[in-house]
């Protein structure tokens, strides 16, 4: 097919500007791309997208050695980097992985398109029929650390949403990314899409950030996922709006009529099964009730495990082997195998510590009292609340939505797993007959 006039070019090498206005001018091409592109993407058909979606994972899939090569490369580089081993294993990928990408791209053109929808629609007295419906937000700008699984991920969901996409990665995945994206436009170019929907800002100079934090003419939202300083820093210095995707300080809390064989599985889960992701408890809350009967298995649990525990003076009291807890735990993304602990007071305490400590990510409730567990469903100010389940499934994927840019942690929408419905916003559309305003 031939390539759309809208080149992708830019994401195949790295650029390295001489100067500051060198950089401000890339910057602006890419904008102005992306700008272009989106108003291609916004007039799509659910059917081109789809086939985009279904080339860009074959195009995965197809090029797996050259994306796994480059991995290879980022990896070498964070060896003399020093990585902690928390963001080494979400910098890592391999065939499984990166297998899941590309389900994750096919999942993502499974879904209804989430453009076009009619959300309301009423008539007036006067005969003006109004509708709202579902479009497109425009150019989104994701800025986000290690993960390369999230340059795919991004790029899907805003092509599914009929968006453009500019990502600036991390500097370790930088390789990998680059990769990722330049199969992506592969898939873009076979589906005759345009190649600049999904682009990379093809440079690891950290100015690049906050270029694109003051580029309202071109991008129209920003969501920054990353550590707490990122995010800070995205919502201090942008003049775009921004979805935030926080820290995942999580927490599962054991009620004291918790199921006990149901609650030693579902806490190692939560803990244990991926320590590296947001989803990860963080904190494990006990009811006093059961500290001396079923904690005691819930921690040796973790302990053969290898998680390291840190608890407060009453844990500590039941076992002494728990290293004492600090404030700064409780307010701690561990993102490794850490967990902090605490005896509460029922239901009630749990709750008082949740909001007080959380992140308001995602936060769970073990019991068999139908009572506690709706009292804390609707009482803890988090965007995921669960009930007998591992905070672990605090992921697009495992909501049905096929992938997500982030979790959003913040209360004004879209909260939660952000994916393609969420990346949408309406306009109204109004149908007259000749009425005027008296």
Known sequence: ??????????LLRERTPSSQADLIREMQAIGQRARKAAAMLALASAEAKTSALRATAAAVQANASAILAANARDLAEADGEDLAPALRDRLALDPKRLEAVAAGLEAIAALPDPVGRSLARWMRPNGLDIERVSVPLGVIGIIYESRPNVTADAGGLALKSGNAAILRGGSESFYSSRALVTAL?????????????????PTRDRAAVGLMLGMNEYIDVIVPRGGRSLIERVQRESRIPVIAHLEGICHTYVDGAADPKKARAVVLNAKMRRVSICGAT?????????????????????RTAGCELRGDAAVRTIDPAVLPAAEEDWRTEYLDAILSVAIVDGVEGAIGHINHWGSHHTDAIITEDEAAAERFLREVDSAIVLVNASTQFADGGEFGMG????????????????????LTTYKYLVRGNGQVRP
Do not use: C, F
């Open 1 to 10: 097919m031939t390539p759309n006039p809208i080149t992708g070019e830019v």
């Open 185 to 201: 436009a592969e898939g873009l170019r076979t589906a005759s899409l345009p190649q600049a929907a999904i682009q990379l800002v």
């Open 282 to 302: 963080e904190t494990l809350l006990v009811d006093r009730n059961i500290a001396t009967t079923l904690m005691p298995q819930i921690l040796a649990d973790l």
């Open 403 to 422: 992938a997500e840019i982030g979790i959003s942690t913040q209360r004004l929408p879209p909260r939660g797993p952000v994916g393609a419905e969420q």
